[in-house]
Structures are given as structure tokens and as C-alpha cells.
Nanobody, 122 residues
Framework: QVQLVESRGGLVQAGGSLRLSCVASISTFTSYAMAWFRQAPGKEREFVAGISWSGGSTAYADSVKGRFTISRDNAKNTVYLQMNNLKPEDTAVYYC???????????????WGQGTRVTVSS
């Protein structure tokens, strides 16, 4: 059974920063691509950022490029999402996901965390 546990989100002012982490209870963590998705109120879940098993490849949604950075520490079975210059439109529930391929769609991701809420005030 794979479990993904995200860190607590929080409330931050526009322009501020926040780092999310996700710990995976996967014995073969390095076999999986990892990603972050988010779902804002009234909207569909969307891809935010993804990283290959080695960390050598990353992908970002256009809306977060230059502001968010995804990284992973395979020794700690952890993936991170550093979010800088946050905007009110970044307000959403953020989900960590693990899958076999790095893709910008939800299809390859078989395991999901419970989600953590991030609220950005203007």
C-alpha cells in the first residue's frame, strides 16, 4: 500500500513563499515520477509541476514557471514544492502524486495524497 502524506499548507500573503513537502511510503521511491496538482474552488484539478525519478527532468505549468520549483530527495522519499511570489490565484488544495511516467496529465499517476490547502490573501 502506497501512502503519500503532504505537509500542512497554510495562509500566506500575496508575494510570500511557502514550501510543501510530500513523504512517500514507497520502498522503490526512485522508480516513480512525482508531481504536484492543485484544485481551486469550482475548478478542475490541474497539473502544477512534475519531476522524473532521478530529478533530471522537470515540468511546470505555464502559470507557475519561474515562481515554483519542484525537487526531490530520494534518500528521504520526499518531494518538495517551493512556491515563491505567491498570488491569490494560487489558492487551492494541493495534491502530491506518484506514477510511472512524468506527464502533465493525471493519467499516469496511480497514487495520490490527501491534499493540503494553500490560501493566498491579497
Amino acid at each position: 500500500q502506497v501512502q503519500l502524506v503532504e505537509s500542512r499548507g497554510g495562509l500566506v500573503q500575496a508575494g510570500g513563499s511557502l514550501r510543501l513537502s510530500c513523504v512517500a511510503s514507497i520502498s522503490t521511491f526512485t522508480s516513480y515520477a512525482m508531481a504536484w496538482f492543485r484544485q481551486a474552488p469550482g475548478k478542475e484539478r490541474e497539473f502544477v509541476a512534475g519531476i522524473s525519478w532521478s530529478g533530471g527532468s522537470t515540468a511546470y505549468a505555464d502559470s507557475v514557471k519561474g515562481r515554483f520549483t519542484i525537487s526531490r530527495d530520494n534518500a528521504k522519499n520526499t518531494v518538495y514544492l517551493q512556491m515563491n511570489n505567491l498570488k491569490p490565484e494560487d489558492t487551492a488544495v494541493y495534491y502530491c502524486a506518484a506514477g510511472n511516467l512524468l506527464r502533465e496529465t493525471s493519467n499516469p499517476y496511480n497514487w495520490w495524497g490527501q491534499g493540503t490547502r494553500v490560501t493566498v490573501s491579497s
